[in-house]
Antibody
Framework: QVQLVQSGAEVKKPGASVKVSCKAF????????INWVRQAPGQGLEWMGW????????YYAQNLQGRVIMTTDTSTNTAYMELRSLRSDDTAVYYC?????????????????WGQGTLVTVSS | SYVLTQPPSVSVAPGKTARITCGGN??????VHWYQQKPGQAPVLVVY???NRPSGIPERFSGSNSGNTATLTISRVEAGDEADYYC???????????FGTGTKVTVL
């Protein structure tokens, strides 16, 4: 069964960093890209970026460039998303999502499946 | 950047048909995917590549895409279909994935 399991909720102060993990089960990890999507309370979905597990290439949302870093560890089938210089408006549920189609080289597919989500709260 | 516009809400009686639109410039030339999100849950894919259903998604869910509008149609609506629905495309111009603004479907 294909599944993504994320790390637990985090509470951070403004200016700090957070690193969310996403462990993959049930498929060949390096064959699919991983996306990160966030959702602020009561708001819609926002795509944050994509990483190729195959070669580490990344595409980041323009509004997060310089603050977000996506990485993977193929030895543990785990993807990571680190967000730096946190602000109160970074408070959101963060999801990792696998590409719906196997391709190591480029994003642009549908998202399936989704992780369960990780709530990150930024508050002083 | 590419913008996808959805109606904020759609209301439908049980057993009737709900149509959720996703508007974007020449969206018919793009691949559109749709997600259902129930309160407190992660989104779930319901349609990909405009009109394909993943395994486990009822045939009541269908999609179409032409011109400047993509549409998700839910036939014979059930109470369990009450959720938020989002469309999504890949924008080659900006190398970004883009989500629609979301539509809340209420079953009367």
């Amino acid at each position: 069964q294909v599944q993504l399991v994320q790390s637990g909720a985090e509470v951070k102060k403004p200016g700090a960093s957070v690193k969310v993990s996403c462990k993959a089960f049930g498929y060949t990890f390096s064959n699919y890209g991983i996306n990160w999507v966030r959702q602020a309370p009561g708001q819609g979905l926002e795509w944050m970026g994509w990483i190729s597990v195959y070669n580490g290439d990344t595409y980041y949302a323009q509004n997060l460039q310089g603050r977000v870093i996506m990485t993977t560890d193929t030895s543990t089938n785990t993807a990571y998303m680190e967000l730096r210089s946190l602000r109160s408006d970074d408070t959101a549920v963060y999801y990792c999502v696998r590409d719906g189609r196997a391709s190591g080289s480029h994003p642009g597919y549908w998202f399936d499946p989704w992780g369960q989500g990780t709530l990150v709260t930024v508050s002083s | 950047s590419y913008v996808l516009t959805q109606p904020p809400s759609v209301s439908v009686a049980p057993g009737k048909t709900a149509r959720i639109t996703c508007g974007g410039n020449k969206i018919g030339s793009r691949n559109v995917h749709w997600y259902q999100q129930k309160p407190g849950q992660a989104p779930v894919l319901v349609v990909y590549y405009d009109s394909n259903r993943p395994s486990g998604i009822p045939e009541r869910f269908s999609g179409s895409n032409s011109g400047n509008t993509a549409t998700l149609t839910i036939s014979r609506v059930e109470a369990g279909d009450e959720a938020d629905y989002y469309c999504q495309v890949w924008d080659r111009g900006s190398d970004h994935n883009v989500f629609g603004t979301g539509t809340k479907v209420t079953v009367l």
